[in-house]
């Protein structure tokens, strides 16, 4: 019984914060703002298409289809991303329908990444990346959004984190096999600007390197703000591939619909994990978002369309939230896309009791406080970095904000926290006074003794 029965690849990557925070969640919260799915329902129009799919006449849906994609889904895909990147694709060599984003990132690094090559990701980002490099063989090598805060004391902006253009360029060599870009970006809801993905871009081409571009909140973005597209960019069409995610994009998480688009020279790899892994996915649930991408495709840029709808919504949400968090005295950064929103809790040092012999950061703490005691469930940021920066970012924690159910339950916990710290001011106020008071009467004593000099000196004023 000697023998070691776990693969070596899966060294070291066997924790996931998903498994603690969920345990936790279910088993203290009332208010869940952590993982990140909507608690609303998905449009009418999708749940029908499904319902259709399920009990109409067509009883094939009930039967494996092409195992890149049901053909109805990788046409209107083709046809709807033909649109956004502005060339014509073809649905059975550009398209692979996938479960999930999730399964669409593993075949790309499967497929892409070699022993001994190396993976750029920026941070913070979202956790497989991490892993799914390793057990490809390939080492990741992490370069950091840093925060610029605004000067005029305005709260801070997902686009006040950027990355800097000579770090980032230092890290490209002649082992970067390929760059792993989210935008728009989960944990922060940062949306990379023209001038950021050209920069990004530029480096690739310089040094022949591939991008695994996650876009799987490409619909989700606020204030006017335009998510672009890295595929459409010069010289990157040939060395991208986009991952989406019906998940994200028609609030079906638990569909596990997802897709890549991108050239054959690359994809036909990415088909070659897909058929000896899981082969593909169920079949009605793709012919239910190819019918929500039909409608989609019909609406598209008009105000009924889901994808036009559904960020309207969101950013009432993310308002709301922004509002509330200022207002209990956490700062929150205010997110250009996502559902996610990331709050600065380092005024909250003194509510959060220490642990005696931990090591345990203080976001992982403060988080876990605010599960158990609070009844409000979030992430602690720094699960979003490397272990060599996790230190670094230990002042914020991650909301997810696609919620209504919890809507009245929040407003209690917010007063609840906000009474917490409004007897923390009242402490800090007492304490103030009666420091004052000793300082008075502390000067009176030194006032009499003042006095009595004067008349000593005789002086007359
Ligand atoms: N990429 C990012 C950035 C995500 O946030 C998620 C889900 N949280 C995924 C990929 C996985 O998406 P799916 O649920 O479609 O597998």
Redesign the pocket.
């Known amino acids: 019984m000697s023998r070691p029965v776990q693969a070596r690849r899966l060294e070291g990557i066997d924790k996931n914060i998903w498994v603690e925070f969920v345990k936790l969640a279910a088993t203290y919260s009332k208010v869940n703002l952590g ?3 909507p608690d609303f329902p998905p449009p009418d129009f999708l749940t029908e298409a499904f319902t259709r799919a399920l009990g109409g006449q067509n009883h094939m849906l009930h039967q494996y289809t092409r195992a890149f994609g049901h053909p109805p889904l990788v046409t209107v895909l083709a046809q709807f991303f033909k649109k956004l990147l502005g060339r014509d694709l073809d649905p059975m060599t550009n398209v692979m329908v ?8 593993f075949c790309c690094f499967q497929a892409l990444v070699d022993e001994g090559d190396e993976v750029i990701i920026i941070e913070p ?2 956790d ?1 990346y991490e892993p799914m490099v390793r057990m490809a063989g390939g080492t990741p090598v992490f370069v950091p959004l840093r925060p610029n805060p605004p000067k005029d004391g305005k709260l801070m902006s997902s686009a006040d984190w950027q990355l800097d253009p000579a770090e980032l360029a230092s890290k490209f060599s002649e082992r970067t096999k390929a760059i792993v870009l ?1 935008s728009p ?3 922060l809801g940062k949306v990379f600007s023209r001038g950021e993905l050209g920069l990004i871009a530029e480096l690739c081409v310089k040094h022949d390197v591939l991008c695994i571009s ?1 876009e ?2 490409e619909w989700l973005v606020y204030d006017g703000k335009q998510h672009i597209r890295i595929a459409s960019l010069q010289g990157m069409w040939d060395r991208t591939v986009t ?6 994009t028609f609030s079906v ?1 638990g569909w ?3 897709w890549v688009v991108g050239p054959d020279r690359l994809l036909q790899h990415l088909r070659t994990v897909h058929q000896n892994s899981v082969y593909h996915c169920a079949t009605i649930a793709q012919e239910a978002v190819a019918q929500g991408f039909q409608r989609e495709l019909r609406l598209y840029g008009k105000p009924e369309s889901y994808f036009v709808q559904l960020p309207k919504e969101l950013q009432q949400k993310r308002d709301w939230l922004v509002q509330s968090l200022d207002g209990v005295g956490m700062k929150p950064i205010i997110p250009e896309g ?1 559902y ?1 929103l990331v709050a600065d809790i380092s005024q909250f040092k003194s509510d959060v009791p220490d642990v005696p012999n931990s090591d345990e950061p203080y976001d992982y703490r403060f988080a876990k406080w605010m599960i158990k005691s609070k009844g409000l469930a979030a992430i602690p940021l720094s699960a979003f970095y490397s272990e060599a920066h996790k230190n670094n970012y230990t002042n914020f924690i991650r909301f997810c904000f696609a919620k209504v159910r919890y809507v009245a339950a929040l407003r209690k916990k917010w007063k609840e926290i906000k009474l917490l710290k409004k007897l923390d001011k009242q402490r800090m106020r007492e304490l103030a006074e009666q420091q004052a008071q000793t300082q008075e009467e502390q000067k009176e004593d030194r006032g009499d003794a003042a006095v009595i000099r004067w008349g000593d000196l005789g002086g007359k004023c």
Do not use: E, I, R, W
């Not at 996938?98 to 990132?105: E, P, R």
């Not at 991952?243 to 994200?248: H, L, N, P």
């Open positions: 993982q990140g799915f996938t479960v999930g984003a999730y399964q669409a990132l980002f979202f497989c989210n970006n989960n944990p996650d799987v909140y991952v989406g995610s019906a998940g994200k998480t596990k619909v997802g996502t996610f």
